[in-house]
């Protein structure tokens, strides 16, 4: 087994066990309730219902399809980006998850686990310097277990390691 390759699989094993942290799974519901809902938001709701399914089934494809479309109808709803980033993730498309999860970090969404998704991605693009720099900067919320598990990882990618 080539390094790359073990390195792939530690990034999406990392990137399976954040996804818990300080956070529900998607907070749609609560989100429903709290406002009335048009039709556009309602057919987000379903389509990021739908996307999950998906993406828990392992319908990668069918998971992207439906969270770019609950991303289309509700543009500023920051639940239907982040599952779209996650989604990316688990793809392997490590650039348009970053650029996704760097949305949220423009809509206000600066968590433990937004950061450290950013910081997998860069990781898994190489781009281990701007890992580091964006876990250190928000050290103060990041849980010493994630904080060290990046590091590590980030250490296991710098060329010459």
């Not at 998607?26 to 429903?32: K, N, R, Y």
């Not at 009335?36 to 319908?59: C, F, I, L, T, Y």
């Not at 860069?122 to 849980?143: F, T, W, Y």
Request: hydrophobic share 45%; with cysteine; net charge positive.
């Amino acid at each position: 087994m080539n390094s790359n390759f073990m390195m792939k699989l530690a990034l999406t094993t990392a990137f399976v066990a954040v996804p818990n942290i300080g956070c529900t799974t998607l907070g749609i519901s609560s989100t429903m309730k709290a406002s009335p809902v048009d039709a556009s938001a309602k057919k987000a709701h379903k389509w990021a219902r739908k996307a999950e399914k998906s993406m828990a089934k392992g319908q990668l494809e069918k998971a992207l399809m439906y969270a770019e479309l609950a991303v289309e109808a509700d543009m500023m709803n920051r639940d239907y980006r982040a599952l779209l980033a996650r989604v990316y993730m688990a793809q392997g498309r490590f650039r348009s998850a970053e650029r996704t999860y760097m949305d949220l970090v423009d809509l206000g969404q600066v968590d433990p686990r937004t950061v450290i998704s950013i910081a997998l991605s860069r990781i898994a693009q190489g781009k281990v310097e701007s890992a580091v720099a964006i876990v250190e900067a928000n050290r103060s919320i990041i849980p010493a277990s994630d904080y060290g598990l990046t590091l590590a990882l980030a250490r296991a990618k710098r060329p010459g390691s």
